[in-house]
């Protein structure tokens, strides 16, 4: 009774004014694992859902700011089909929101009058393309983990699950990782949830679930497996990754990167790379920032590489992935 006492005061004036709006206007929302909907499909739409081009990711938002404020305001430039506020338990948003229209005209409207735009002063909102991303990444599972005992767990607590992979984890030795793709961003964004907070006994303590960036995609699929005796155990499935192709040179990827840039008339990327962590097989790990002119905001990640004394220095597959990134995120977000 406290603790929902505490909650209810948070913010209690947007609450109130949100409520009134909700009454005032019949619209309503429906809370569920983390986040608050509107629609999906709305009050008298007939047939199936928009395609997925319809959809906005919006970030930055102020986290004291409702749905009465949002709605009526990305409806000014295009019928909403859904919009999804992600909520923190206190009853303040996350700072990020989708909202999904019926047409990509719409969307793309949406962007051009959205981003950037200042909700209050001093609150420049983001809004780019949904990545509608799908796949996540499990690190840390035991070593003895097999692929149905994993796809068993995974019905259990997930649903919507498309394919699950499992490779042994080039980061984490002896473990594996998993692949999960899922056949919607929400049925995948449901199950993140669900197996972030769920007790899995499938991995040890440094288990943690994420997205599946394009870096590591990138490198699964240049990976090949072999069998590696002193790897194998029940599972005659597991094996050790090995690259099965050079990477892309650093001067490749740096041009690539700046005709992108050219092309959007911002100036050429700064690369910052740092190492974080050097563990017993050679792999290190390292931190990477990308500041490019005229772009709203650094981009930042991490990355594992392999030492060796041959090709490209531990530094530049760093930049590597990082242009790999960045890459993903101009063509996503320009």
Known sequence: LLLQMWTNGINEASKMALLAWEKETGIELVQINGQRRYGGPPPGWVGGPPP???????????????????????????????????????????GFAYARYTSPQDARNAIATFHRFQVREGCAIVVCRSTQKR???????????????LEAMLQTVTEGILSVTLHASPCQRPAKLAVLKYRSHQAAALAKKALMEGNLRLGGAGMRVDWLDPQMKQKLRLWQEEPSSSWVHEDKSLAVPRPAALP???????????????????????????????????WQRFWYQ??????????????????????????????????????????ESL
């Open 52 to 94: 997925a081009s319809t959809e906005v990711f919006i970030a930055r938002l102020p986290q004291d700011i409702y749905e009465n404020t949002l709605i009526p305001l990305f409806e000014s430039v295009g019928k909403l089909y859904e919009f999804r506020l992600m909520m923190t338990f206190s009853g303040l948003n996350r």
């Open 290 to 331: 990308v500041v490019i002119p005229g772009y709203p905001v650094p981009i930042s990640g991490f990355t594992w590489v392999l030492q060796d004394k041959q090709g490209q220095s531990e530094h530049e597959k760093a930049k590597v992935a990082a242009a790999l990134h960045i890459l993903q995120v101009l063509g």
């Open 248 to 282: 892309p040179s650093l001067q490749d990827m740096l041009e690539h990167l700046n005709v992108l840039c050219w092309r959007h008339r911002l100036k050429t990327p700064l690369f910052i790379t740092k190492c974080v962590q050097v563990n017993a097989s050679g």
């Open 135 to 149: 796949e996540l990444i499990v690190n840390g599972l035991d070593v003895s983990v097999s692929q149905q005992e």
